[in-house]
């Protein structure tokens, strides 16, 4: 894939500071900024499976919930109820 040129403004002294910055790592300005777009690319591709999971796990209970495959609230207090006073005990010991 061919290099492109990615042009754009910026103050003076930011660009001295970034500069300045870049060296001390024993990099270029242009080594930075290609591993900042990199990483920013990355998140919003990470953001955007994570986005598509999600709203498909809430749509699988909306589903799930629509279909009439429920737990009873009583059923779910019961359960915890019985977790809760396992680990008390456990504390206990």
Do not use: C, H
Request: proline letters at 1%; hydrophobic letters at 40%; charged letters at 35%.
């Amino acid at each position: 894939m061919p290099d492109a040129t990615f042009t754009f403004r910026v103050e003076e002294d930011l660009k001295a500071a970034f500069s300045e910055a870049a060296k001390a790592q024993d990099q270029s300005g242009a080594q930075l900024l290609r591993g900042f777009m990199r990483d920013y690319v990355n998140r919003q591709q990470d953001d955007a499976e994570y986005d598509a999971w999600f709203r498909k796990s809430v749509q699988a209970g909306l589903d799930s919930a629509n279909a009439g495959d429920l737990i009873a609230n009583e059923d779910v207090e019961a359960e915890f109820a019985a977790r809760r006073e396992a680990s008390r005990a456990k504390l206990k010991r």
